[in-house]
């Protein structure tokens, strides 16, 4: 069973990077076809879809967030990590990671519990 957690700050200052990690155990996050990916809800707003690494290692980006967002890989640990640069309040959310089959926010079941990120000085 396939299983992720999301790890990193909860408090991030306008203008920094935010880094966030997801560890997924119980599968490798290069099994064919899946798409590792970044969804966030800020308060009161829907879920948006951020970003996604393959199962091949190409990436993905919403493009609004293109700009400043990268995804990245360490297979030997079986991880994926979100790197939001130039940071600002709007970017407060819970910020989840999942597994995916396309390019789309998945449905439950494949999520990790979320995190809660806030952009403040």
């Known amino acids: 069973q396939v299983q992720l957690q999301e790890s990193g700050p909860d408090l991030v200052k306008p203008s920094q990077t935010l880094s966030l990690t997801c560890t997924v155990s119980?599968?490798?996050?290069?099994?064919?076809?899946?798409?590792w990916t970044w969804i966030r809800q800020p308060p009161g707003k829907g879920l948006e879809w951020m970003g996604a690494?393959?199962?091949?290692?190409?990436?993905y980006y919403n493009p609004s967030l293109k700009s400043r967002t990268s995804i990245s890989r360490d297979t030997s640990k079986n991880q994926f990590t979100l790197q939001l640069s130039s940071v600002t309040p709007e970017d407060t959310a819970v910020y989840y990671c999942a597994r995916a089959q396309g390019l789309s926010t998945p449905g439950d079941g494949y999520w990790g519990q979320g995190t809660q990120v806030t952009v403040s000085s």
């Open positions: 119980g599968g490798s996050i290069t099994t064919n076809y899946y798409y």
């Open positions: 690494i393959a199962y091949s290692g190409s990436t």
